[in-house]
């Protein structure tokens, strides 16, 4: 089966009204950070180079709600960046080890996997190839926090 996935950022929408609002969707300020390099960003799937101007605000990656609808801490850009720059999977987070977490389209917890550095791409695949699945969240292998989101094309 060879399906095509999609990567999904924190959207476009939520950076705009987060960055209008001057404060998170959960009432967190938002606080200007400069970079230490390394931070992943999740409003454009990169790896943040040290000076780059960043914030840490709370995100809830999931839409369908329910339990299993955890919020987050995200760090993005503190102004509008373009979001991912390409359709593949992000090139920054290839060779880190990742937490592959999948969901059913109700949002319940499926088995998850660790993926070794390099091995998310084939590991999502074989996640994908369960019909059951509607979504994986790649996370840090530490601190569990969502990268980002990952979908079948529509
Ligand atoms: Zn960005």
């Not at 399906?3 to 929408?13: I, K, R, S």
């Not at 509008?80 to 060779?95: E, Q």
Request: charged share 20%; hydrophobic share 40%; aromatic share 6%.
């Amino acid at each position: 089966m060879n399906t095509e996935l999609e990567y999904v950022a924190v959207p476009a929408a939520d950076l705009e009204r987060i960055r209008c609002n001057d404060h998170d969707d959960f009432g967190n300020p938002i606080v200007p950070l400069t970079s230490g390099g390394g931070e992943p960003l999740r409003c454009c799937l990169t790896i943040a180079p040290a000076g780059d101007r960043i914030a840490l605000v709370s995100h809830r990656p999931m839409t369908a709600g329910g339990p299993y609808a955890e919020v987050g801490p995200v760090f993005v850009h503190l102004s509008d960046c373009g979001g991912p720059a390409s359709d593949s999977y992000p090139a920054d987070f290839r060779d880190r080890r990742s937490v592959l977490r999948p969901y059913d389209a109700s949002g319940q917890m499926l088995d998850g996997v660790l993926a070794a550095a390099g091995t998310a791409e084939v590991e999502l695949k074989q996640l994908f190839d369960d019909p059951a699945v509607d979504t994986v969240q790649v996370r840090n292998v530490i601190a569990g926090c969502w990268n980002f989101t990952v979908r079948r094309q529509a």
